[in-house]
């Protein structure tokens, strides 16, 4: 099978799809990318809260559900934040410290397993998608796929914070966008905030951007290709295919740049970038999540550590972890 990274993308954005078709989805499309002959699989997670919640198991290509079943009740919570969470792409090589005992080692090597890829879309809201695929040798890992498949798990945790938004409503898909788009970039329908002139513009450079990426530059370059399709539009948008029952595709511009409960002296812009911080994100992903410039970013990291007293990015993270755990809970959304 030729490998497409692109299309894990598609199929990420696939997001009017019954859960567990999407999930078949991203598995399918994530196959030709990851299976060493052993299968995969994946699930979904909520990191929100404790005992960590995991739902929607399935595997393909051979991998039994039981060996996935296996490796969820294996790890404790308190293991899962401490190494799982913190990682959204790598091998169980590189990172041997996440198989806590030796006998977990055993386990994998008498089931002929030597390695294993984990994709791990952990969005700031602590929603989830996992993948792992187990390896018969040790798998090659560079600092050019780790960037790359950092740019796919920034689109697929962008499409679990959306499917979770929407999930909400049974509303028509293109009355919940705040704007309607067509493949080319024109507008066909915008309201609220996508209403305005720099507004539309961006969507329309978005769309055409994404387009082109989805054409003959995603064989060509993929890199470029990934570069060029936008995880938020503005750090507000995300961008999906939306049919017609004639057939005819439309762009839907849906508001997913997710509601942080955090310290309200921090602006909002400020607030998504430190949640991201917080999860070991470095600046350039975060500009590549939100759609922002990298100067951006910094911009926003330096006013951020100025409203909470401190000097340096890694201060502000750390006083805004404090901050946040110390905010109270409301009584009205727990």
């Known amino acids: 099978m030729k490998e497409d990274i692109l299309s894990l993308v598609e199929a990420s954005y696939d997001v009017e799809r019954a859960e567990s078709d999407w999930i078949a989805g991203l598995l399918t499309a994530a196959e030709p990318l990851l299976d060493g002959g052993m299968g995969l699989g994946g699930y979904l997670y909520d990191s929100s809260t404790m005992p960590m919640k995991t739902w929607g198991l399935a595997s393909r290509a051979g991998l039994p559900i039981e ?21 959204r792409f790598g091998t169980l090589m590189q990172f041997p410290e996440l198989i806590p005992h030796v006998e977990g080692v055993d386990i994998f090597a008498a089931m002929g397993i030597r390695d294993v890829v984990a994709v791990n879309a952990l969005d700031h809201t602590g929603l989830g998608f996992w993948i792992a695929a187990p390896q018969p040798s040790v ?65 329309r450079e978005a769309a055409i951007a994404i387009d082109r990426a989805r054409g003959p530059l995603r064989h060509r370059d993929a890199d470029a290709a990934l570069q060029g399709w936008p995880a938020l539009v503005r750090g507000r948008w995300t961008l999906v295919d939306h049919f017609e029952s004639d057939g005819k595709r439309y762009v839907l511009a849906h508001t997913n740049a997710g509601a942080p409960a955090t310290p309200a002296a921090l602006s909002a812009r400020e607030r998504e970038v430190l949640e991201r911080a917080v999860l070991g994100r470095e600046n350039k992903l975060i500009g590549y999540e939100l759609g922002l410039a990298d100067s951006t970013v910094r911009v926003l990291m330096s006013r951020a550590a100025t409203k909470l007293g401190v000097k340096t990015r890694a201060e502000a993270v750390e006083a805004y972890k404090r901050l946040r755990s110390a905010e109270p809970v409301d009584d009205a959304t727990s």
């Not at 890992?141 to 697929?156: G, N």
């Not at 705040?178 to 996508?194: F, M, N, Q, T, Y």
């Open 67 to 87: 060996a996935l079943e296996m490796g969820c009740a294996t790890f404790t919570d308190d293991y899962r934040r401490a190494n799982w969470l913190v990682r």
């Open 139 to 203: 798998w090659e890992l560079t600092p050019e796929k780790e960037e790359r498949w950092s740019k796919v798990v920034a689109h697929i945790a962008a499409a679990v914070r959306l499917r979770a938004r929407l999930d909400r409503t049974t509303e028509e898909p293109t009355r919940q966008a705040e704007a309607v788009l067509s493949p080319s970039g024109k507008i066909e329908d915008a309201r609220g905030d996508a209403e305005t002139r720099i507004a539309r513009e961006r969507l």
